[in-house]
């Protein structure tokens, strides 16, 4: 039933009616960057029949009760949002390809929206919106090789970051901890605060506005996901609140389920602990082991060897596509088709790799793809976990409660089917809507653009770096992300960072994470400067300035 209209005064003669003029304004304010539904938005009447068969439970407690018991109504589930309440959608604008600005646009506003086209013959990406060449007063070191000039504005994007004005010990702040963490642009803070403003509820079932505006952002927002790594339905994603809560949950789920005593599963030498800590739990609860793919000199991983380790235990084969330690990029679809050919379940770690390359889960063949929302530009506390639907139905669920139920007695319990199964209890709705915000805004500037400049920064910092005395560089892969890791020979790890953090300059030191593959080059720590699309190669100068004085090749 639509909610009941209130009367409005008629307008003047000429101007248009208020309804018209609030549509128009929710039109361009929803078309803002981190703000555009796409046209296949979970809103749309479509997708809205699409999404029937996960409103019918799948799964029940053991009480001989069918599943087919009871169905939950469209609006009990509540995933249809407005439609359940018969809310009018409004409008919203289809993405286009923009032309690439010249002019600067205006301090904190959205530059690509005001600032005049001009026609160019540079060659613009489809998704893309401010290419440029890099401006003539960019900084090139006098000692290293010129940066590579490419199409890709970096001082637009700059704009978009907040924080990067911020002053550290009286200097500019230079962000080189992207593996840690990213920053936020404006147009997800932007995200954030619209919601809590104006869209505030827990979300399903409700019967008022306010839960459907919620409902709709928090689905929307799981479209985008699946959009962005390419997955067959928003079914097959499932919110978390990271990467490390992703594998848990199918180490508890999945791997309870499906390895035994006796069983293996192989992980890399590279991996992140939170993608060894739980399988090692798995393994240390059920008496199954792990089975280690070495890496060679570079830090990449030997293929002939992993090949041999896959044998008619291997349960599992669970691996990171980006090395968060030394950056090295794995060659997860070979090692994923080599495990696809034996039978054997596969789960990619998509922490590192999702803000620097295209991902598609349906290419890549992996049953699981785990990454987090802050690692690409999106708040703390939310991530996604992909999963094959045929494998999400047949898992259980890793925790119970509100949300994730058709039905409950004191006998028994049916759930619902994926992804509302994994999603017990009130989710953290305004961060996934930000998550969106930030998968959206790396769409308008296409990720292989992002990819390209950085990887030209990473090739311009590798070689100021490189012939510094005393520096060694950890992990030289020909195939690297924007990750550069080091030791200084005559100074810890901790007195290089707090040189660099005098100067302004976030850089990680220690063992990220990923001890077993510091020790595998004999450290206990390096020193981890990272980098992202909004870093110039000015800023890598002032960098590699302070590892130069160290090294006394500079002045004091």
Not at 57 to 85: E, I, K, M, W
Not at 328 to 345: E, F, S
Request: aromatic share 6%.
């Amino acid at each position: 039933m639509a909610l009941p209209q209130t009367p409005v005064p008629t307008p003047p003669p000429g101007l248009p009616d208020p309804a018209t003029l609030a549509q128009l304004a929710n039109a361009f304010f929803r078309s803002t960057p981190g703000q555009q539904a796409a046209p296949d938005s979970p809103t749309a009447p479509a997708n809205a029949a699409a999404s029937a068969p996960k409103l019918v439970p799948h799964a029940q407690a053991p009480n001989g009760l069918p599943d087919h018991a009871l169905t939950a109504a469209p609006g009990v589930d509540g995933r249809l949002g407005g439609h359940a309440l018969g809310i009018p959608e409004v409008p919203r604008a289809v993405p286009t390809a923009h032309p690439p600005v010249t002019a600067p646009a205006p301090a904190g506003g959205y530059y690509f929206l005001e600032a005049t086209p001009k026609p160019t013959t540079t060659p613009v990406p489809a998704a893309g919106f401010y290419f440029l060449d890099l401006p003539a007063h960019e900084p090139r070191s006098a000692t290293g090789p010129a940066f590579e000039r490419t199409s890709f504005d970096v001082h637009a994007v700059r704009r978009d970051f907040p924080i990067l004005q911020e002053r550290v010990n009286g200097r500019p702040l230079v962000w080189f901890d992207n593996a840690a963490t990213t920053h936020k642009p404006q147009a997800v803070i932007d995200r954030i605060a619209h919601f809590y403003r104006h869209e505030n509820s827990n979300i399903h079932r409700a019967a008022h506005e306010l839960a459907a505006r919620a409902t709709d952002a928090y689905e929307e927002a799981r479209e985008t996901v699946r959009r962005f790594i390419g997955a067959a339905s928003a079914d097959e994603v499932v919110f978390v609140r990271g990467t490390t809560e992703a594998i848990n949950l199918v180490a508890k789920t999945w791997g309870v389920q499906h390895v035994g005593a006796g069983d293996e599963i192989v992980v890399s030498h590279l991996e992140h602990h939170a993608n060894i800590v739980p399988w090692q739990q798995l393994a240390a609860q059920v008496g199954a082991r792990l089975r280690v793919i070495p890496v060679d000199d570079t830090g990449q991983v030997i293929l002939e060897a992993y090949e041999r380790l896959l044998g008619p235990r291997t349960r599992l084969v669970a691996v990171t596509q980006v090395s968060n330690a030394l950056g090295t990029v794995v060659p997860v679809q070979a090692i994923v088709a080599l495990a696809k050919a034996r039978g054997i379940t596969t789960l990619v770690d998509g922490a590192q790799s999702v803000s620097h390359l295209r991902v598609d889960v349906r290419t890549l063949g992996a049953d699981f793809f785990v990454f987090s929302g802050h690692k690409v530009f999106g708040p703390t506390g939310i991530g996604a976990l992909y999963g094959r639907r045929e494998v999400l139905d047949n898992m259980p669920p890793w925790q119970g409660g509100g949300n994730m139920i058709a039905d409950v007695t004191f006998e028994k319990t049916v759930y619902h089917g994926p992804p509302t199964r994994f999603e017990a209890g009130t989710g953290n709705i305004a961060d996934a809507v930000g998550l969106g915000a930030a998968l959206r805004y790396v769409e308008r500037i296409g990720i292989e653009a992002i990819g390209a400049y950085e990887h030209a920064l990473l090739d311009y910092a590798t070689e100021q770096l490189r012939p510094i005395p005393g520096v060694r560089l950890v992990g030289t892969a020909a195939h690297k992300a924007s990750v550069l890791s080091f030791v200084l020979a005559g100074h810890s790890t901790e007195e290089v960072g707090r040189a660099l953090n005098a100067e302004g300059i976030a850089v990680r030191t220690g063992h990220h994470c990923a001890q077993p593959i510091l020790r595998r080059f004999g450290l206990e720590a390096t020193v981890r400067p990272s980098l992202a699309f909004y870093n110039t190669t000015e800023e890598v100068d002032r960098f590699i300035a302070v590892v130069r004085r160290l090294a006394g090749q500079g002045p004091r």
